[in-house]
């Protein structure tokens, strides 16, 4: 699974969706839909949609941030919506067999920190990982001080041992 952030607003085009895009059309053709027919659906903060790329890869389109510019109510990224988000990955991707892969969600376009994501990740995804197998991993390029998710020098990431293991084993993205 490859899951990233949207906003509310239905706009997509900026950002890590671009690379997305350029990959796979169903993500946006799907969220724009999605986000088109809202009031018959379950489309809001806090909400995620798998898209089935591949037969073994699916891109999650989680709704965690409100619009997209930063106002009077702080930057776009809402946290608690990306919990919310995050802890319904980590169901789907243990029913799946599916280990995550992601950016570094919210700290982009949506103006989130990363000392606010890290423990949300932490309390959703590795917690779960650390009790039913759910494999997340952050792989992107950033500065300032490292932290165990960060990108390795070279572009490979870094990864927990354990992790590493489990992805010897042959499960699915």
């Not at 990955?89 to 994501?117: E, F, K």
């Not at 197998?133 to 165990?148: C, D, L």
């Amino acid at each position: 699974m490859i899951a990233h952030i949207c906003n509310d607003l239905g706009g997509w085009g900026k950002g890590f969706v671009v690379a997305i895009s350029r990959r796979w059309p169903q993500p946006e053709r799907d969220y724009r839909d999605w986000h088109r027919h809202r009031a018959g659906n379950d489309f809001a903060l806090g909400a995620t949609r798998l898209v089935r790329v591949t037969p073994d890869v699916w891109v999650a389109n989680m709704v965690g941030q409100r619009g997209i510019r930063t106002g009077s109510g702080g930057p776009p990224i809402r946290y608690d919506a990306v919990e919310r988000c995050l802890t319904s990955l980590a169901d789907q991707a243990q029913a799946l067999g599916a280990s995550v892969h992601m950016p570094r969600i919210g700290c982009g376009l949506a103006g989130g920190t990363w000392n606010r994501m890290e423990p949300v990740i932490e309390r959703t995804l590795c917690a779960r990982h650390r009790r039913d197998g759910v494999r997340p991993r952050v792989t992107a390029p950033r500065t300032g001080s490292r932290s165990r998710w960060d990108a390795a020098p070279g572009g490979r990431s870094r990864s927990h041992p354990q992790r590493e293991a489990s992805d010897a084993q042959g499960h699915r993205t």
